[in-house]
C-alpha cells in the first residue's frame, strides 16, 4: 500500500444540524442488502431527504462540499461502515462537530476520512457561515489543529493517535498490525484459551 | 497492583505499543454475519492476504435471514447472493460457518453465548454494535466496521485506543415486573446516549449479581446505546455455571483450571475506577421509551415531556422527537395505541425473555388490531422453547411463531412496520425509521410489557396483569 498521509483538507462546508445523529438515518438498512459499497452515496440520507423539504444534502447550493459540520454524538448506533463509506463516497472528505460516536469515529480513520471536534459555537458559527455563504472555502488542517474561514481561525481537537495516523500515512492499520507478527504469535501462545488450560 | 477487569484483559491481549500511541491488541474471538463482511473478504483479496488464525473466527447468518420461510434458495435474491457470498468466503477461508441448515444458527450475540465460544477474560470483535453483549460473561467486546473486520481477519489483531472505565453499581431488589430491560434504560436514560463515549461499563452491585447470564446480556447488549462501545460483568458463578457442559468451553479438568484463570480476570476489590454511578434497583418502573433515541423514556406510569418545560436549547430537538412519534406534550405514555408487537432481537429473545413473556400471555388473547410476533433469537432458542410448550402460548394468543433471527430490529429482510405504524418492540433502538419504514415508530420496553401491551392493543403496565411476578 502506498504511504497516504492527510494532513489538510480544503473546500466548502455542509452544514447538518441535530444531536444523536444516528447510522440508521445516514443510510438506512435497506441500502445494506448489497455486497459491495458501490453507490451508498446515493442513499445517503435518502429518508431524512425525503421528510425534511430543505435537508442540506438535497440543497444544490452545497454540491461539491468537501467538510461536513455536524452537532453532538454524531454517528451513533449501528457500527455499519457503510455510513462514513456513503458520507465520503459523496465527497466529503473530513467532518468537524460537537463529538462523535466512537465506532463511527474508528470507522472513519480506517477509510481516511478525519473527524474533528470544535466547542459548540464554533460549530455554530461555522454552520450559520455555511447557511449564508455555501461557496465560502475552508482550509483545514491535521498539522495545525484548525480551520480556516476567510481570515479567522477556529481551534479543532482530535484524539493524539488518530490525528498522528492521518499524519504519518498509518490510517489504514493493516499493514502495520502484520508488521512484527512474531509479537502476535507469542501473546496467542501465552493466552490459556489457546495455548490449553493444563 | 490491583486492576479493574478491562485493564487485566487488555494487558493480556496487549501486543505492543503502535508508533501513534494506539495499542496493537490481538483479539480472541471474532463473530462474523454476513452484512458487514463481504467487502472485508474482498479488500484481503485485493491485497493478496489470508485469514491468520481462521479457527478464531466463528460465522452465522442473522440480519438478513426471512424469518417465515427460511429455505434456500430465499425468495430474496439479495439476501441469497448476500448469504451465497458469505458461504464462499467461509469455505475459501476455512472458517466455521453456523447456517441455517445446521440447527445452531441464530443472531450471533444469541448462539457465541449458547454454544460457549464467548468466555470470560477473551478479546472479542464483531462487525456489529451489539458484540458489548458478551461482556456479560466478563469479556472485553465490541462492535467494529467492515475496514476492522478485514484487520481481524488478516492479522487477528486490532490498533485501539484503550477505554476508561466507569462503574455502575445497582443494588437493591426489583420490583415486580421490572426487568433488566428496564434497568438498562434507565441507566441509558439518566447518563444519556453519549455519556459513555470513551468508557467501558463494568456493571456490579448486588442486582447484577443476582441476575442470570440472560439478563446480564441483556443490560451489556445495550451499552452502546448509552454511547459505552463496550459493557462487563465481571465473571462469578453463575457465569461459570452457564459455561459448564457447551459445545465450545473447556470440559473435565480443563474447566476447574478455566474456572481459576477466569475468577482471577476479575476486577479486584480495591480496582480504580474513573468514575462510579450508583443506581437503586427499587426505584425503576417498568419503562418505554416515548422518542428518536433510547435515552427519552419514561416508566410507565409517567407522562411524555412537555416541549415548554425543557430547557431552551432542547426544545427544537424534543419537538422533533414528539412530532414524530405522533405523540402529544405531556400525554400518559400508557395508553398509546399500537399497532405491531415484537418479540425478538440479541437484546431479548432468549429461553428466559420469552417465558417472562408466555406468562403474561398465557390464557390471553392479542387485541384484534395488533400484529404480533415473536422472533427466537437462535434455532437452540426456538426448539427449547417448543420443547416447553411456549410456541402453542403463543400462537394460541394470536403472535407469530417464526425462524430466528434480527427480523424486525433492524429490517433488512421481509419483516418491517409500514407507514406511521406503531411498533412495541424488545428490541434496542427507536431511531427513526430503524423498524424498516423511515416514518415507523418505536416504543421499547421489556419483552413482558410488549406481551401486555400485544394484549391491550396500547402501551400498559404490565405489573396489573395477574401472571405476572
Known amino acids: ?50 421528510q425534511a423539504g430543505d435537508h442540506p444534502f438535497a440543497n444544490p447550493a452545497h454540491a461539491g462540499a468537501t467538510i461536513l459540520l455536524v452537532n453532538a454524538n454524531f454517528g451513533c448506533g449501528s457500527s455499519r461502515e457503510h455510513a462514513p463509506q456513503a458520507i465520503r463516497r459523496w465527497g466529503i472528505r473530513a467532518v468537524v462537530g460537537e463529538s462523535f460516536s466512537e ?35 475552508l482550509r483545514l488542517s491535521l498539522d495545525a489543529l484548525h480551520v480556516v474561514s476567510g481570515d479567522r481561525s477556529f481551534a479543532l481537537t ?14 489504514d492499520a493493516t499493514a502495520l498490525l502484520l508488521d512484527k507478527y512474531d509479537e502476535v504469535e507469542s501473546v496467542a501462545r501465552r493466552l490459556p484459551y489457546l495455548r490449553g488450560w493444563s | 497492583m490491583s486492576a479493574t477487569l478491562f485493564e487485566k484483559v487488555w494487558r493480556a491481549h496487549t501486543v505492543r505499543a503502535l508508533g501513534n500511541g494506539q495499542t496493537q491488541l490481538f483479539i480472541g474471538l471474532h463473530l462474523i454475519h454476513e452484512v458487514t463482511t463481504p467487502q472485508a473478504f474482498e479488500m484481503l483479496r485485493a491485497r493478496g492476504w489470508g485469514v491468520r488464525f481462521p479457527e478464531r473466527t466463528i460465522a452465522t447468518v442473522d440480519h438478513i435471514v426471512p424469518t417465515r420461510d427460511q429455505r434456500r434458495p430465499f425468495l430474496d435474491v439479495m439476501a441469497e447472493d448476500m448469504l451465497s457470498a458469505l458461504e464462499r468466503n467461509c469455505r475459501a477461508a476455512g472458517i466455521r460457518l453456523f447456517d441455517i441448515s445446521g440447527g445452531a444458527q441464530g443472531i450471533v450475540h444469541v448462539i457465541g453465548p449458547e454454544l460457549g ?55 437493591g ?15 441509558i436514560r439518566r447518563l444519556g446516549v453519549s455519556g459513555g463515549v470513551g468508557y467501558a461499563y463494568e456493571y456490579a452491585g448486588d442486582t447484577v449479581e443476582r441476575m442470570s447470564m440472560d439478563e446480564r446480556m441483556t443490560i451489556c447488549n445495550m451499552s452502546i446505546e448509552g454511547g459505552a462501545r463496550a459493557g462487563y460483568v465481571n465473571p462469578d458463578q453463575v457465569t461459570f455455571d452457564y459455561l459448564r457442559g457447551r459445545r465450545f468451553a473447556p470440559d473435565g479438568d480443563e474447566f476447574e483450571a478455566a474456572c481459576d484463570w477466569w475468577r482471577s480476570m476479575a476486577s479486584d476489590p480495591d480496582a480504580r475506577y474513573d468514575g462510579e454511578v450508583e443506581i437503586d434497583a427499587a426505584a425503576i418502573e417498568p419503562t418505554v421509551t416515548w422518542g428518536i433515541n433510547p435515552g427519552q423514556s419514561v416508566h410507565v406510569s409517567e407522562t411524555v415531556p412537555r416541549v415548554d418545560e425543557a430547557e431552551a ?14 405523540l402529544r406534550d405531556g400525554q400518559p405514555i400508557r395508553g398509546t395505541k399500537i399497532d405491531v408487537a415484537f418479540i425478538g432481537s440479541c437484546t431479548n429473545a432468549r429461553l428466559s425473555d420469552l417465558r417472562e413473556a408466555a406468562t403474561i400471555i398465557r390464557g390471553r388473547h392479542v387485541a384484534a388490531h395488533v ?72 416504543l421499547l420496553m421489556s419483552p413482558a410489557m410488549v406481551a401486555a401491551a400485544a394484549i391491550a392493543g396500547e402501551v400498559a403496565d404490565v405489573r396489573e396483569f395477574a401472571h405476572a411476578d
Open chain 1, 1 to 50: 500500500m502506498p504511504i497516504d498521509r492527510i494532513a489538510a483538507v480544503e473546500g466548502t462546508a455542509i452544514p447538518l444540524r441535530g444531536g444523536n445523529i444516528d447510522t440508521d438515518r445516514i443510510i438506512p438498512a435497506r441500502f445494506l442488502r448489497a455486497i459491495t459499497f458501490e453507490g451508498l452515496e446515493r442513499h445517503l440520507f435518502e429518508d431524512d431527504r425525503a
Open chain 2, 117 to 171: 465460544l464467548t468466555q470470560p477474560g477473551m478479546t472479542i470483535a464483531c462487525g456489529d454494535s451489539h458484540t458489548s453483549t458478551h461482556g456479560a460473561f466478563g469479556a472485553i467486546a465490541f462492535g467494529v466496521g467492515t475496514s476492522q473486520v478485514r484487520d481481524v481477519l488478516a492479522s487477528q489483531c486490532l490498533a485501539l485506543d484503550p477505554l476508561k472505565v466507569r462503574r455502575i453499581r445497582v443494588s
Open chain 2, 313 to 326: 436549547a432542547d426544545r427544537p430537538s424534543l419537538r422533533e422527537a414528539l412530532d414524530f412519534m405522533g
Open chain 1, 158 to 171: 482530535m484524539p493524539a493517535a488518530a490525528r498522528q495516523s492521518f499524519l504519518d500515512g498509518t490510517w
Open chain 1, 103 to 137: 465506532i463511527f469515529f474508528g470507522n472513519s480513520v480506517a477509510l481516511g476520512m478525519p473527524c474533528l471536534t470544535a466547542a459548540r459555537a464554533v460549530i455554530e458559527e461555522l454552520m450559520q457561515q455555511a447557511e449564508r455563504d455555501p461557496r465560502r472555502e
Open chain 2, 371 to 442: 400484529t404480533a410476533l415473536v422472533v427466537p433469537g437462535s434455532q437452540a432458542v426456538r426448539l427449547a422453547a417448543e420443547r416447553e410448550g411456549l410456541d402453542r402460548v403463543f400462537t394460541e394468543a394470536g403472535f407469530e411463531w417464526r425462524g430466528a433471527g434480527c427480523s424486525m430490529c433492524l429490517a433488512m429482510n421481509p419483516d418491517r412496520l409500514e407507514g406511521t405504524q406503531v411498533c412495541a418492540s424488545s428490541s434496542n433502538r427507536n431511531f427513526k425509521g430503524r423498524q424498516g419504514s423511515p416514518t415507523g415508530r418505536t
Open chain 2, 173 to 187: 431488589r426489583l420490583g415486580r415486573g421490572v426487568y433488566a430491560k428496564d434497568v438498562i434504560l434507565d441507566i
